[in-house]
């Protein structure tokens, strides 16, 4: 599914994060400390190679809104750029901490002239933050953003599944 808003393309796609090569940076589900972990971390680190984790030590740690950026190391893409979202329940207010990764993120993007970036579903897996709400937070803020984004031409979310997918297509339906 695609929306073009404001100049900026903005794109579903059911896959994997790491096989993006056509997007200039990916967008890292991290943990504070930027360690391999699991879930979207963990596949990022091990298709990054050891050389991310390296890079990553003396930016960690970093707290749930925020973001920084690497090289891609081994990756198809020049940049990772990792967030660390909010854990549901427990860092609050959750909702403007997860719009807090999205818009940081698009902003080191701009900063660093990205035309493409690639997110999933931030917040949504181990840190247990539902679905539909994390999908309303992730498209709002992105169609809000949009409209400043000079750099950032395309904005793609990477979904793991056929429900994510489809729970972010009816989400943007309404939305755009």
Known sequence: MKREVDGTIIELVKGDITSQPDCEAIVNA?????????????AIHRAAGPGLEKECRPMAPISPGEAVITSGHDLPNDHVIHCLGPIYGRDEPSDGLLANCYRNALRLAEDNDIPCIAFPAISTGAFGYPL?????????????EVKDLRSVKRVRFVLHSQRDLDVHGVTLDRLS
């Not at 539909?132 to 809000?144: D, F, G, H, Q, R």
């Open 132 to 144: 539909e709400e994390a999908a309303e937070v992730a498209l709002s803020t992105v169609l809000n």
């Open 30 to 42: 991290a943990n504070a400390q930027l360690r391999t972990g699991g879930g979207v971390a963990g």
